[in-house]
């Protein structure tokens, strides 16, 4: 074998671990209920997100939303099946778990129907 393959191999050895370690997760049927469950909520109450995102202050931002929510906010939009759900593993669940509770209808929205979709699928 040259050495060029040799210290290919070897790098490859040393990468390939972390990179199957740092592949995101599958979400959690909790995590999966908690952003169909804000989509939905945006979708019906698209008015008051974008007046959200345009108050200063409200830490509710185009710019600070959690990784992958625009890309499959914007999926869901266009889709005529539910092939935008492989973009969930893009997610960034902690981020959306921060960013919902300070929506200002969290508890009396989007908590209820998370409870309410939890409760229903069992």
Sequence with gaps: ??????????TLAIVAPSVASAAPAS????????LNVLLNDVK??????????????SGVSLFNLPAGVLDVGLAIAG??????????????????DKMITKLPWYSSRIEPAIESAILGSN
């Design 79 to 96: 889709a005529t099946d539910d092939s935008y759900t492989t973009l969930y593993s893009k997610v960034d669940f902690a981020g959306v």
């Design 44 to 57: 019906s109450n698209l008015n008051e997100y974008i007046s959200l995102a345009f108050t200063p202050g």
């Design 1 to 10: 074998m040259n050495t060029k393959a040799a210290a290919l191999l070897a």
């Design 27 to 34: 979400p959690s049927a909790g995590e999966v209920t908690e």
